[in-house]
């Protein structure tokens, strides 16, 4: 049973345009929530993170917003850039038991 | 970056050999895991250390056994490879439990073949 869903494996957005990347979740247990991103041949790097007593965290083009009620996070990248073109991992925290990942989304920014 | 080194890199090995994985930090953090990611399954954890000599399984440990005798190194054997268990591993570290806000942050990953 998959706790943490990307349900886009890839996604084609156009140079200086916005980026959306979604993810679901189904453990009302998670309260603490992560974008990783990834490039070929190198480890995850960490991105933007979100508390569940917010809605909304912003670092510079990146923002992620969580939506509690309805289990539901996303990132936005505006503008998307060329190196933004990588694999995107959502995951969720509830506890010390590391993180739950999503299978992730491949972004591919086009010129 | 944060201080995470991970050997082998690389390695390839014949189905039912003994394998083990180094990861190596030096932040002097509590956490530390492993994960393994293969195509279509994302990143899922094999094992997972809060402190000296305490381990616990993560998703899919079935396989692989783990120890830290030091802060600093966190082992991952796989007692008899077998060909399921090829994959990338990453080791990962943290400072506290995830949902305290802090962030676990990853090496640059091992890539096991088992032929």
């Known amino acids: 049973d998959q706790q943490v869903k990307q349900n886009s494996p890839s996604l084609s957005v156009q140079e200086g345009r916005i980026s959306i990347l979604n993810c679901d979740y189904t453990?009302?247990?998670?309260?603490?929530f992560l974008w990783y991103k990834k490039y070929p041949a190198e480890g995850p790097t960490f991105l933007i993170s979100?508390?569940?007593?917010?809605d909304k965290n912003e670092d510079g083009r990146f923002t992620v917003f969580l939506n509690k009620s309805a289990k539901h996070l996303s990132l936005h990248i505006v503008p998307s850039q060329p190196g933004d073109s990588a694999v995107y991992f959502c995951?969720?925290?509830?506890?010390?038991?590391?993180?739950?990942f999503g299978k992730g989304t491949h972004l591919i920014i086009q010129p | 970056d944060a201080g995470i080194t991970q050997s082998p890199r690389h390695k390839v090995t014949e189905t039912g050999t003994p394998v083990t994985l180094r990861c190596h930090q030096t932040?002097?953090?509590?956490?530390m895991y492993w994960y393994r990611q293969d195509p279509g399954h994302g990143l899922r954890l094999i094992h997972y250390?809060?402190?000296?000599?305490?381990?616990d399984k993560g998703e899919v440990s079935d396989g692989y056994s783990v120890s830290r005798s030091k802060t600093e190194d966190f082992l991952l054997t796989l007692e008899s490879a077998t060909s399921s268990q090829t994959s990338v591993y990453f080791c990962?570290?943290?400072?506290?439990?995830?949902?305290?806000?802090?962030?676990?942050?990853f090496g640059e990953g091992s890539w096991l073949t088992v032929v």
């Open positions: 990962a570290i943290s400072p506290a439990v995830s949902y305290s806000g802090n962030t676990i942050y």
């Open positions: 453990n009302s247990m998670f309260d603490y």
């Open positions: 979100i508390s569940s007593i917010k």
């Open positions: 995951a969720a925290s509830g506890g010390a038991d590391g993180l739950t």
């Open positions: 932040e002097n953090h509590r956490y």
């Open positions: 250390s809060y402190g000296v000599k305490d381990t």
